[in-house]
């Protein structure tokens, strides 16, 4: 996530919950993901690690990994299973074995990169874990939560739509917890465009796109999050 996390207190905050992200993005993921008994997950940037523990009690062999040792602390102690193999570092640190995975989730990580360059890094990683019938699923903030004057204000957002084509170009973003706790995020932010060129260098192709849930009953009137399901483009030519 686009936040310190290597300091313990963002950890603890972030442990908490955000609300719009349990209402909306977490049931579009799961639904997305689909049944993963038996299948191999790589969960990039798994934070404190809730969706590896979900997937693992459904029944996956869960590999997990950060870059920030206090977010793999947190996920030990409060998200730990028999079937997850959580490591600090990145995606080359698990130790997983390349062309292994059913399954690459990418929750929300993309706004923590602060360059193409590593984005695009983070896609061919992706791609050399996945088998050839695997699927990467990708969550990033819905551009219209980028747009000035928008009416939702659950997750106030600075950013200057003059930089919409700036790749990677920063902004502040913020979230309330469950606890009623506010969480501010420094992101960067990729066109779409630019994530797409991105799949297709890296070999995906866009099998489905999501767009999370209106909740008006909390104020959440904009879908907050875009989901993308990418499959290798050989799977679609055969």
Do not use: W
């Not at 603890?12 to 191999?40: C, D, F, H, S, W």
């Not at 690690?49 to 997990?64: K, P």
């Not at 600075?158 to 084509?165: G, K, T």
């Amino acid at each position: 996530m686009g936040i310190e996390f290597q300091e313990h207190k963002a950890v603890e905050t972030y442990a908490e919950g955000v609300t719009a992200e349990e209402l909306t993005l977490r049931p579009m993921i799961l639904k997305m993901a689909g049944k993963v008994r038996g299948q191999n997950v790589l969960d990039i940037g798994c934070g404190d690690g809730r969706y590896s523990e979900l997937f693992a009690r459904s029944g996956a062999n869960v590999t997990a990994t950060d870059l920030a040792a206090p977010q793999i602390e947190m996920a030990q102690k409060k998200h730990a299973h028999q079937n997850i193999r959580y490591s600090v570092g990145d995606v080359s640190a698990a130790g997983a074995e390349p062309g292994s995975m059913n399954l690459v989730l990418a929750n929300m990580v993309v706004p923590s990169i602060g360059s193409v360059e590593k984005l695009d890094a983070l896609f061919a990683q992706a791609r050399k874990m996945l088998r050839p019938d695997g699927r990467f699923i990708i969550s990033v903030l819905h551009p219209l939560i980028l747009s000035p004057n928008q009416d939702d204000s659950d997750r106030p957002v600075n950013f200057d739509p003059a930089n919409y084509f700036n790749e990677g170009s920063p902004y502040r973003s913020e979230a309330k917890t469950n606890a009623g706790n506010t969480m501010v995020f420094n992101e960067s932010h990729f066109s779409l465009t630019k994530l797409s060129e991105l799949m297709q260098k890296n070999g995906f192709l866009i099998k489905s796109m999501v767009e999370s849930k209106q909740v008006p009953e909390k104020g959440m009137l904009l879908p907050k999050y875009l989901a993308f399901e990418c499959v290798l483009e050989k799977q679609l030519q055969n």
